[in-house]
């Protein structure tokens, strides 16, 4: 077969496919009114819980970076740590304040400087008390 009568033949396919696709209903678990659909995806929108987890993982391995002296990687986990909370506060608002409370109780929400020097000051200050 010629190049043009092969090319004919796949845009000519991508064609149907399109336009099964956009005939094709939406799918059974996401109807009803806006509102419906907003409660049926808060429904299945990952929870608390695995935030949580993802959040013990991040100042875990920031606690062991910084106790090894990792400046580096425990700045790039604190990071990680308050953009995990962010999800946390976004996707549970009822929770939000708590997180917060949290995460300053821990020292983690008290430094501005996520720099490896940052951390360093944090984890020498305020975690092991020194002054």
């Known amino acids: 077969m010629g190049r ?3 090319t004919a033949i796949m845009a000519a396919g991508l064609m149907l496919a399109g ?3 956009a005939l094709a209903e939406p799918p059974q ?4 009114t806006p509102e419906e659909k907003f409660a049926t995806l808060e429904k299945i929108q990952e929870a608390l ?3 949580m987890i993802e ?3 991040r100042a875990t391995t920031m606690f062991f970076a910084a106790k090894g002296g990792n400046w580096d990687l425990a700045s790039y986990e604190l990071k990680e740590a308050r953009e995990i909370q962010e999800v946390g506060e976004t996707t549970r608002p009822q929770f939000a304040e708590a ?3 949290r995460y300053q109780e821990i020292g983690v929400g008290i430094v501005q400087d996520t720099s490896p020097s940052g951390v360093k000051t ?6 092991l008390g020194e002054r």
């Open 4 to 6: 043009k009568v092969l």
């Open 19 to 21: 336009a099964l696709f």
């Open 29 to 32: 678990w996401l109807k009803g």
């Open 49 to 51: 819980g695995s935030v």
């Open 55 to 57: 959040y013990n993982y």
């Open 99 to 101: 997180l917060k409370a």
């Open 122 to 127: 944090l984890w020498t200050t305020v975690l």
